[in-house]
Structure formats: structure tokens, C-alpha cells
């Protein structure tokens, strides 16, 4: 991603946002919103049997808008390097930010689990935008989207299993193993794809990073 281009499209349009900035705006809007719900559901008048729905709720908006802003600036011709920037950024907020609200609560996740999501998007994010800046562009895996695709699946199926326990057919020793269980396979291949993306692009890595550490 190239700074300068950024630079050249913000002055243009005058900082004005598009209808697919708003709906990826929003997407990292709901991170806060999820984490607030979850962990302090009983300080705002929500109880157990009502919170795992609107969970669920949270969590299916934020991938819609995945969907759709992806959709929108393309039918209105509108993709943009804002756009391409900040809509990968708002994926990870939000996941990020639900699998730390699962550390505390009714799961208790172990935050080192937790961290492998953390340190593998952080530290791919980094080295993807110090290359650009020193012109090597670095193309996304399949194994990223497939990773995409399981983080959502995972949040939605510990979610899922909240519904159960919330109705006293599940003991909160099983929804526990549930979330730890899922979460470890997610983390797995997680830290897989991390390795992988390394491997994949070090020649590309070398090439970017050899003059710094010269």
C-alpha cells in the first residue's frame, strides 16, 4: 500500500466517504459494541437467555457488511486504496476484539490461545505495509481467506452454543470445552498460515527488509 497514493485520493475527494467506507466504518463500530454487550450484559439490563441472540446479531452484521461493501464499491465502481486498506483492518478489529471478550465472561479462554490470532494478523499487517512502502507488494494466500472464513465460523458457533446454556441444556463446563476446543483448532491453523505466508514470500521478505538491515 502506497502512502502517497492514499494521500492523492483523501485530497481529491476531500475526505468524503463512500457507502462502502460507511459499512466498513461501521463494521469496526461493532467491536466495541460486541465487547461491551458480552462482558457487561448484566450492568445494562440484558440478560443471559436474551445476550447470546443479539451476539449473534452483532456477529452476522459485521459479516454482512463484510460481504457488502466489497459488493457496493465494486458495483459502483468505487474500490479505492482506502478502501482496500481499511476493509481488512476492520475484519481483524472486530474478530481480534471478540476473541479477547472471550478471555473473560462465561468462556474464560486462555489469553495466550487468544494471542496467536493477535500476533499472526498484527505481524503479517506490519510486514504487508513496510514492504509496500519499499515497493514490494505482498499478495494475500488463499490460506488468509480460508483462516477469514474459519475465525467468523468459529466466533459463530461459540456464540451458538451460548443459546444452550443460556436455556440450562448445556453445563457451562461443556460450553467452556466447546470454546476452548474450537478456538485451539482455529488457532492451529492460524499459526499455520502464518508460518506458511513467511515461507511462501521470504524471498519477496528479503527483498524488502535486506537494505534496513544493512
Known amino acids: 500500500m502506497q502512502?502517497?497514493?492514499?494521500?492523492?485520493?483523501?485530497?481529491?475527494?476531500?475526505?468524503?466517504?463512500?457507502p462502502a467506507h460507511i459499512l466498513t466504518l461501521g463494521r469496526?463500530?461493532?467491536?466495541?459494541v460486541f465487547v461491551l454487550l458480552y462482558l457487561y450484559h448484566d450492568d445494562i439490563g440484558v440478560g443471559l437467555v436474551a445476550l447470546p441472540y443479539l451476539l449473534i446479531s452483532l456477529v452476522v452484521l459485521s459479516e454482512l457488511s463484510d460481504v457488502f461493501d466489497g459488493f457496493v464499491a465494486r458495483k459502483r465502481n468505487q474500490v479505492t486504496e482506502?478502501?482496500?486498506?481499511?476493509?481488512?483492518?476492520a475484519d481483524s478489529i472486530f474478530r481480534l476484539s471478540v476473541f479477547l471478550a472471550f478471555t473473560g465472561g462465561v468462556l474464560q479462554l486462555p489469553l495466550l490461545l487468544v494471542l496467536v490470532f493477535f500476533y499472526r494478523d498484527t505481524l503479517i499487517s506490519t510486514l504487508r505495509t513496510v514492504c509496500a512502502l519499499r515497493g514490494v507488494a505482498l499478495a494475500a494466500r488463499l490460506s488468509g481467506k480460508i483462516k477469514a472464513v474459519m475465525h467468523a465460523a468459529i466466533i459463530f458457533l461459540v456464540v451458538l452454543s451460548m443459546i444452550?446454556?443460556?436455556?440450562?441444556?448445556?453445563?457451562l463446563e461443556q460450553l467452556q470445552d466447546i470454546s476452548f476446543y474450537s478456538v485451539l483448532v482455529g488457532a492451529v491453523y492460524t499459526f499455520y498460515t502464518g508460518l506458511e505466508y513467511f515461507y511462501v514470500n521470504r524471498?519477496?521478505?528479503?527483498?524488502?527488509?535486506?537494505?534496513?538491515?544493512?
Not at 444452550?164 to 453445563?171: K, V
Open 3 to 18: 502512502p502517497d497514493m492514499i494521500s492523492r485520493e483523501v485530497r481529491t475527494k476531500g475526505f468524503s466517504l463512500s
Open 203 to 214: 524471498n519477496f521478505i528479503l527483498k524488502a527488509l535486506l537494505p534496513s538491515l544493512q
Open 164 to 171: 444452550p446454556y443460556s436455556l440450562g441444556y448445556l453445563s
Open 28 to 32: 469496526i463500530l461493532l467491536s466495541p
Open 82 to 89: 482506502l478502501g482496500k486498506l481499511i476493509d481488512p483492518m
